[in-house]
Structures are given as C-alpha cells and as structure tokens.
Nanobody, 123 residues
Framework: QVPLVESGGGLVQPGGSLRLSCAAPGFTLDDGMAWFRQAPGAEREGVACMSRSANRTFYADSVKGRFTISRDDAKNTVYLQMNSLKPEDTALYYC?????????????????WGQGTQVTVSS
C-alpha cells in the first residue's frame, strides 16, 4: 500500500483557516483521494473526496462552502483547505486513498489510510 503522511493540523481559533496536506512520497496518488475525520466519541465521517478520472469532488454537507479538496499529482500530494473553522470541526483528520473512486467518494469507504493529523478549533 502507498504510505500516506498527513500534516498541517494544529490549534486555530473559530473563524480561522488551516490547510492540511497528505503526501505519498515516491508514489503515484490513487484516482480517488479523500479526507475523513473522527471526533472523540464519534464515528469516522467522510469530509471531502475527489476523483481524478471523473474530475469530480464530493463534500459532506457540514463542510460545503468552507472546505476545498485539491491535488497536485506532480507533487503526489492532496490538500484540504479549511476556512471558517468551527469548534465542531475539531477532530483527527485522516487522508484516504482508493483506486475505486466511487467506493471512496460515494460510499465513503477507503482502502488505504494515513495516521491522521489533529485539528483543534478553540478560542
């Protein structure tokens, strides 16, 4: 499996922004790349997903208009730009990859996961 390494998490005030990165050094990114998150005591949920071949992006309702997923295949890196952050966005954010983009983006199930990066939104 392709190793995925997330970075960019941290502590930010409500209304602030962060950009998360997911790198796969030396490997080609899968067609389907996504970001998930898991808050304490909650189930893991899909946040944003994109398919290179379908040229489509998908977002959870809770983040639409605030988060943007993008990818730079030349750098083997996927990004999640998060704006207008809210305390309820606090979670451990994971990067996921799957060559089957429909499984990843429509069913929110991934085959390969990173270790996660913590995002805390608090004043």
């Amino acid at each position: 499996q392709v190793p995925l390494v997330e970075s960019g998490g941290g502590l930010v005030q409500p209304g602030g922004s962060l950009r998360l990165s997911c790198a796969a050094p030396g490997f080609t990114l899968d067609d389907g790349m996504a970001w998930f998150r898991q808050a304490p005591g909650a189930e893991r949920e899909g946040v944003a997903c994109m398919s290179r071949s379908a040229n489509r992006t998908f977002y959870a309702d809770s983040v639409k208009g605030r988060f943007t997923i993008s990818r730079d295949d030349a750098k083997n890196t996927v990004y999640l730009q998060m704006n207008s952050l809210k305390p309820e966005d606090t979670a451990l954010y994971y990067c996921a990859a799957d060559s089957r983009w429909a499984t990843l983006c429509l069913l929110w199930r991934g085959g390969n996961w990173g270790q996660g990066t913590q995002v805390t939104v608090s004043s």
